[in-house]
């Protein structure tokens, strides 16, 4: 007479990959499924199982699916790009915000200019509004709620503030130029 | 107890694993003694097999940049737990939206404000047309008027808005002096069509002259008054309505002049007239019947002082 357990869960796509029992209290299951094996292969690879399950541990159960996911995208990044990783994204973006700050000021300025040289009885348009990263801020607000060293999320302003990397990759105050 | 490599001090990484530092150690170059919290960042995301397993597939010029995204990315990890350099990847998407609408938001004001310098510039060019025309208008207008201009052979133009309301005025008399018999004939046709509402009128006129017994002399030239108040286009239908009805009268007249007595005072012939006159005539009859009154007067007047005697 053969057990038959009323309920059957699957292997995680860890316990797959390291290829042992995967128990109830795996920490790696309900965030690895089994449909997913490359997933845990590429953070396995460029972290290691046990440094994330030492990450998801000091972390409260509600964080670990962004964790996880945050994970999973840099180690795919590190995969695909071994010199800069996610890195380089972040790099484009920051040049991207740098570009766009150039294009506002100037345009700024040629508003300031027609306004000045319009006449007083031109009705004045209202100004854009400025929309605060309240709500970004408040998103990503949540890495103070658990146990370790959390910080919280600084006021991020419209304007345009340096990265850290650039001074880690350049310390003279370049930008990130480097290409493979 | 660490052994000293031969350059000087354990790096940081051989430091925190208690290990000796030899001068092949792999990441003595990139972990300095002096930041031993970078490597526990890094160790703590990596771990030192994997650190030196990314190392083994790069190039020595490669190994610089990656170590130092390594650590950035440690770096990012130690300060966002959960989020790490995704934290960092979503701020600056949000930032590039932000910049982007506000971008769009003051280039929209910028099409504003150039739009509404073009409409000022066009409103000033039309202004001086405009002005340009009149100038142009009145200088010519003068110059009709003085008779230096010759007048103009086609009719006054319609299509002239600017200039329609002054040539109303000078419609008439210009169908006269000119050629332009066409405007002539147009009064013409609209007297015809309007000789009805003339008749009427005239009528009318007739009737309040029959009112004003008393002050017959005013009532004429308020009559008169009145008739020269109406528009330009009625003056000729009204001149000729006045001939008619001069003509028309004039048999009566004949018929009232027959039963006038010339003997009759002043005051018996006036009240007779009176009396007479069931459609009294235009004003024009009526100063014909005073006439002929006054003479008849002066020939009883003349006959009673005359030096043939009566007896």
């Known amino acids: ?180 | 107890m660490t052994i000293k490599s031969g350059t000087g001090q354990a790096c940081a990484a051989c430091k925190y694993q208690r290990r000796r530092c030899t001068p092949e150690c792999l990441l003595a170059p990139f972990f300095p003694a002096d930041q031993p919290k970078m490597f526990q960042n890094v160790h703590r995301l990596f771990g030192v097999k994997n650190i030196q397993n990314l190392l083994k597939e790069l190039r020595p010029d490669q190994k610089v940049t990656a170590m130092k995204s390594i650590k950035f990315h440690a770096l990012q990890r130690d300060k966002y737990p959960v989020h790490g350099c995704l934290f960092e990847i979503r701020h600056l998407n949000y930032q590039i939206q932000m910049a982007e609408d506000e971008l769009q938001a003051v280039l929209q004001q910028l099409a504003y404000y150039r739009q509404q310098q073009q409409q000022q510039q066009q409103q000033q060019q039309q202004q001086q047309q405009q002005q340009q025309q009149i100038a142009a208008t009145e200088d010519y207008m003068s110059e009709l008027q003085l008779g230096v201009a010759p007048p103009r052979n086609a009719p006054f133009s319609l299509e002239d808005n600017n200039v329609v309301p002054q040539y109303n005025c000078v419609a008439p008399q210009a169908s006269y002096s000119n050629s332009g018999n066409v405007d002539y004939s147009i009064n013409y046709l609209d007297f015809k069509e309007n000789n009805n509402v003339v008749n009427s009128f005239c009528e009318q006129q007739q009737h309040q002259q029959e009112q004003q017994q008393q002050t017959y002399s005013n009532s004429n030239d308020n009559n008169t008054s009145s008739m020269v108040v109406h528009p330009a286009h009625l003056i000729v239908p009204q001149a000729l309505c006045v001939q008619q009805e001069i003509g028309q009268d004039y048999n009566e007249m004949h018929s009232f002049f027959d039963c006038v007595d010339d003997t009759q005072s002043y005051i018996g012939s006036k009240e007779a007239c009176d009396s007479s006159l069931d459609s009294s005539p235009s004003k024009d009859t009526r100063q014909l019947v005073h006439e002929e009154m006054a003479e008849n007067e002066l020939k009883s007047a003349a006959a009673f002082f005359s030096l043939t005697s009566v007896n």
């Open chain 1, 1 to 180: 007479m053969a057990s038959s357990s009323s309920t059957y869960n699957p292997p995680c796509a860890a316990c797959k990959f390291l290829r042992r029992k995967c128990t109830a209290g795996c920490i790696f299951s309900g965030y690895f499924p089994p449909e997913e094996p490359q997933k845990f292969a590429n953070v396995h690879k460029i972290f290691g199982a046990s440094n994330v399950a030492k990450l998801l541990n000091d972390l409260l159960p509600h964080q670990r699916d962004d964790a996880v996911q945050s994970l999973a995208y840099e180690a795919e990044a590190r995969v695909r790009d071994p010199v800069y990783g996610c890195v380089g994204a972040i790099s484009f973006l920051q040049r991207q915000v740098d570009r766009l700050q150039k294009e506002l000021d100037a345009a700024n300025a040629d508003l300031i200019r027609l306004a000045a040289a319009s006449s007083p009885s031109v009705h004045m348009p209202p100004p854009p509004p400025h929309q605060r990263p309240a709500e970004f801020g408040r998103r990503f607000g949540n890495d103070g709620g658990g146990g370790g060293r959390f910080y919280q999320t600084p006021g991020y302003q419209i304007t345009y503030n340096a990265s850290p990397w650039a001074d880690i990759y350049n310390p003279h105050g370049g930008g990130f130029d480097g290409n493979i």
